[in-house]
């Protein structure tokens, strides 16, 4: 799956730039990017946002333990990736039809927690229990949510094109003819919001996620990691 946004959407990450920086790279634009994936992923499922950002999916290659798919409800569209192992409790929570699939109940979510929830965008995604990745977009509001389950079991990247715009993948192999080592992994247990303050970890939401430069030899320029706080007690 893919999907790049333009930077009125989303703010540029400093360490991806930074990372680009340290090393540069070759890069394309983010629509040769579209293109590409477009061209090898072919039947494909492309949405264009106007000039704010492109998703596109296909099932091609897809493992039968990660399914993709693909919903837009109310202006709100949703790639996802993976399974939910509470799916079903969920979708009874959120007032979904049993034949309710994760996307939708992704979507669903989010507009609970933007219209009506007073708990943090930590509390929804800590009730998603299974194996995933997901990128949803607000058009309405223009608001990105990106997220990764706690144990990274799908994989996702993110990076910066040649033009500004910030793409997600799970293909690293994608990214990297158009990001250069403007390219990390997405951090496990992480989401990423331009209306909830940027990259976040929902499982610990006291604990701050800093980039950590790789090493020259490495694909990505960058690894981002949730900083852990440790208390020390001395006894007397």
Known sequence: MLAVFSGAVVEVPAELVAAGSRTPSPKTKASELVSRFLGAADPAVSVQLGELGHLAYSHANQSLLRPRSFAAKDDVFCLFEGVLDNLGRLSQQYGLSKGANEVLLVIEAYKTLRDRAPYPASFMLSQLTGSYAFVLFDKSTSSLLVASDPEGKVPLFWGITADGSVAFSNNIDLLKGSCGKSLA????????????????????????????????????????????????????
């Open 185 to 236: 992994p997405f951090p496990q247990g992480c989401f990423y919001s331009n209306a909830l303050g940027g990259l976040k970890c929902y499982e610990n939401p006291k604990h701050k996620v800093t980039a950590v430069p790789a090493k020259e030899e490495e694909i990505c320029g960058a690894t981002f990691k949730v900083e852990s706080t440790t208390i020390l007690t001395a006894l007397h």
